[in-house]
């Protein structure tokens, strides 16, 4: 694949805004789209952390695929993708293939995969629907790497501060807002604005 030159906040988001996306989500696994700012601002933190380019990077619930597009979009040697719902493991090769990129997708659960990357990223779901899901995915990133980017609901920014603190360092954070658009019966608005919030951790 081409090395992207000239790397830039802009180019990389435009990239991930025209990645495709489902038509529909599960509310149960807690879906919602990752948008692109989010994506962008996650990636490049590990980009110029020299965390993505050359090296072998997981997706941890993947969904469509944007972070790990991204990340092979960065140059990253070997991408993964995990995701339990099949449905979004498809649309993620699909997003692959259109790409021209060289990407391993697996439909199955977090907790099922093993093996050891360079780099964990990953857009958990929050553990709202079932309480402390969202600590599956961090065990499992701290299982298979030293260096993990993740992003979490504000709302439970002690609790997951003071989890991940236990077992690694806290290298940086940063409040974002996730942007998600009406996509369950419920929602009333056009879009909503999630208070959320980005980790950079390394593992000791």
């Not at 419920?186 to 390394?202: C, G, P, Q, T």
């Amino acid at each position: 694949m081409e090395i992207r030159n000239n790397i830039n906040k802009k180019k990389l988001e435009i990239f991930l805004q025209n990645i495709n996306k489902p038509d529909t989500y599960n509310m149960d696994l807690e879906q919602y789209p990752t948008d692109a700012n989010s994506a962008s601002i996650l990636l490049l933190y590990a980009y110029f952390d020299g965390n993505i380019y050359g090296r072998n990077v997981i997706d941890l619930g993947t969904g469509n695929g944007i972070l790990a597009l991204g990340s092979k979009y960065l140059g990253a040697e070997t991408v993964t993708g995990i995701d339990i719902d099949n449905n979004m493991v498809n649309i993620a090769k699909n997003n692959a293939g259109l790409n021209n990129m060289d990407i391993d997708f697996y439909n199955m659960d977090v907790s099922k995969f093993s093996g050891h990357y360079d780099t964990v990223v990953m857009n958990p779901p929050f553990g709202s629907v079932i309480k402390h899901d969202d600590i599956v995915f961090i065990d499992k990133a701290l299982e298979m790497s030293n260096n993990i980017y993740s992003i979490h609901n504000i709302k439970s920014y002690d609790f997951i501060v003071n989890y991940y603190s236990k077992k690694a360092k806290i290298k940086r954070e940063q409040e974002i807002s996730i942007t998600v658009p009406r996509i369950y019966k419920h929602h009333k608005k056009d879009f909503y604005e999630i208070e959320s919030f980005l980790l950079y951790v390394e593992k000791n």
